[in-house]
């Protein structure tokens, strides 16, 4: 296979990118929101039974032994351990999403050095989110508080071939399990595709008729302080369009790898954020 091959290869995979990214809008119908709100049911209901100490806190800790040392030693090393996860329903048969399609993905790091509260005081703080995840943090505000319940917006800034910019506001609630575990569920009740970001012509794209990169996103983040370390779990549930089955072995690996790279650099920001302060204060 020569070069010509690869180019007209790389012009097909463009122009289907392009054929999502920039065609007609995909609207959000109902049963895609129920399926989503089933899938994320049973996802919920295995949650409870880890916070329960039904099994291991922690993602990794449930993992078979080899697979558990290889994780240990990439978190040792400084590395964001990051898996995909499906959740099935009771019969094990997978959740059907019509026209829709859920990315669930699991990732850890460790933070050495760094307390529980610090890690938890640097998650509460939405009004810095745009400087410490810049560039996917355009814009962070604290909307409200209520004790252990926030109300925070972003904007989000996401690229992959084509960019995408998102007005969203969530619901988060800090559940401390004990004196060295937490539970952080975050729910985005508003997500508004921005058309024309940064010029006059700048406006939101009516809820659930945009491009569909992303309609819903559930984030459940888990806490665990052992020793001077604290690890930091993001347990991502998002909801994007579905794909044309035509176009899927093209356009998938662009759509599921916005996620991954997101949360991957979720994670990574965080840890790097507050080891440079804990090196700085020490």
Same mark, same amino acid.
């Given at each position: 296979?020569? =070069?010509?091959?690869?180019?007209? #290869? ?30 994320? *049911? ?15 806190? #922690? ?11 290889? *994780? ?35 990732g850890t790091v460790r933070i050495p050095g760094v307390t529980l509260d610090e890690t938890l005081a640097l998650v509460r703080d939405y009004e810095r989110y ?10 962070? *505000? ?11 917006? #972003? ?28 539970? @952080? =569920? ?20 009516? @809820? ?11 984030t459940y983040c888990s806490f665990e302080q052992r020793q001077s370390d604290t690890y930091m779990q993001c347990e991502s549930v998002s909801l994007s369009r579905g794909v044309p089955f035509m176009l899927g072995a093209l356009i998938k690996p662009f759509v599921t790898g916005i996620p991954r ?7 990574? *920001? ?13």
């Amino acid at each position: 296979m020569g =070069p010509r091959y690869h180019h007209r #290869l790389a012009a097909i995979v463009l122009l289907a990118v392009s054929v999502v990214a920039t065609g007609h809008a995909a609207e959000l119908q109902k049963r895609t929101i129920e399926a989503f709100d089933r899938y994320v *049911a049973a996802t919920e209901a295995r949650m409870a039974g880890e916070r329960a100490g039904d099994s291991p806190f #922690l993602w990794v800790d449930r993992q078979p032994e080899l697979d558990r040392a290889d *994780a240990d030693e990439r978190l040792r090393t400084g590395g964001v351990v990051i898996e995909p996860l499906e959740t099935r329903d009771a019969t094990g048969d997978e959740i059907d999403i019509p026209k829709g399609m859920v990315h669930h993905w699991v990732g850890t790091v460790r933070i050495p050095g760094v307390t529980l509260d610090e890690t938890l005081a640097l998650v509460r703080d939405y009004e810095r989110y745009a400087e410490v995840y810049t560039p996917n943090v355009r814009r962070s *505000a604290l909307l409200d508080r209520d004790g252990a319940r926030f109300r925070s917006s #972003l904007q989000l800034y996401m690229k992959k071939v084509v960019s995408v910019v998102l007005n969203t506001e969530y619901d988060v609630e800090f559940q401390m399990l004990d004196d060295h575990r937490a539970w @952080v =569920p975050s729910y985005a009740t508003r997500i508004v595709e921005v058309a024309d970001p940064d010029t006059p012509e700048e406006r939101e794209k009516p @809820v659930g008729n945009d491009r569909g990169f992303l309609w819903r996103l559930n984030t459940y983040c888990s806490f665990e302080q052992r020793q001077s370390d604290t690890y930091m779990q993001c347990e991502s549930v998002s909801l994007s369009r579905g794909v044309p089955f035509m176009l899927g072995a093209l356009i998938k690996p662009f759509v599921t790898g916005i996620p991954r790279e997101t949360l991957t650099f979720t994670l990574e *920001a965080a840890r790097r954020h507050l080891t440079d302060n804990a090196d700085a204060g020490s």
